[in-house]
């Protein structure tokens, strides 16, 4: 991948703009042999592929070995997500690639740097104090990144709703706690960015974060609506028996993708009293309502 200073440096990129891609976690690198990117998808289980070639960059996510999302970045063309990110790069060889197994958290968690938009302006870390401020954005019900951005390194602080998923840099790729950006925290030109999404079923009065006297409202998005309508079709379906499924959902990530994966989850998932049918049909309808938003969005 890129290094931090090529990936921002040019006259067309505004001040403090985030590279396209993001950093990738380091982790086992899983054996293969196979030849081609759906090969090697099929072969590896939660990982994050980096690909690299003359026709440009990619991150893909690969979750329970199916691809979760995807970015790719092109040379004089924005940046794109999802299948288009795939179809965009063409056929690729493993040799243009590199694979890092990783927990299923920071995988459902990572599409938040290319799928979620900035709720804060870009706050220079001199002004806070970073690793609280961090902790405030990072709260329960809510998932997204902090981007922690300096002339050496970028960093990412993934979260969920249940909070902090994990914490890497460019330089420190391993994935931890808030201490492995330590070093990126206590840069003097550090500027700080927040890319959230709203938890399902919660109100923006939920998710506000202070900075001095001002309060950032971070707003619903397309996405989590979606959420908050299948998790609503759920609750009316099952009733009673709704939150194992509810769940599923509340745990996907914010992305197409991300929630028809807890859909097919939901198709397989076999609870007492209910029916195999009940539950292929209530996928079938949450599929349809997710490719519905996703087609209007």
């Known amino acids: 991948m890129p290094t931090i200073r090529r990936e921002m440096a040019g006259s067309d990129r505004a001040p403090h703009a985030l590279p396209d891609l993001p950093p990738v976690p380091a982790g086992p690198e899983p054996f293969f042999r196979a030849r081609g990117l759906a090969a090697l998808i099929a072969a590896l289980d939660d990982a994050v592929i980096a690909h690299r070639g003359t026709s440009g960059e990619a991150v893909i996510v690969v979750v329970r070995g199916r691809v979760l999302d995807a970015v790719a970045a092109l040379p004089g063309q924005p940046p794109v997500v999802g299948l288009d990110a795939l179809n965009a790069i063409g056929s690729t060889d493993t040799q243009t690639m590199r694979a890092a197994t990783v927990d299923r958290r920071l995988a459902l968690a990572l599409p938040s740097y290319w799928r979620e938009p900035d709720r804060l302006p870009p706050i220079p870390v001199r002004w806070v104090d970073p690793a609280g401020m961090v902790e405030a954005i990072v709260r329960k019900r809510r998932r997204g990144v902090v981007v922690l951005q300096s002339a050496s390194d970028l960093g990412l602080a ?47 009065d939920d998710v506000n974060v202070s900075l001095g006297e001002e309060r950032v409202a971070a707003l619903p998005d397309p996405v989590e609506r979606c959420r908050g309508q299948v998790v609503d079709l759920v609750e009316g379906v099952l009733h009673l028996h ?54 209007a969005g």
């Open 158 to 204: 993934l979260f969920d709703e249940s909070g902090l998923v994990g914490a890497y840099s460019h330089r420190q790729p391993h994935p931890g706690g808030l201490d492995v950006l330590a070093g990126v925290m206590a840069s003097a030109d550090t500027v700080l960015h927040a890319r959230i999404a709203d938890a399902a079923g919660h109100g923006t």
């Open 242 to 295: 709704a939150e194992p499924v509810v769940a599923r959902f509340r745990a996907a990530p914010a992305t197409t993708s991300g929630l028809l994966l807890a859909a097919e989850e939901v198709r397989k998932l076999r609870l007492r009293l209910i029916s195999p049918a009940t539950m292929a049909s209530l996928a079938d309808r949450a599929e349809q309502i997710i490719r519905a938003a996703s087609r």
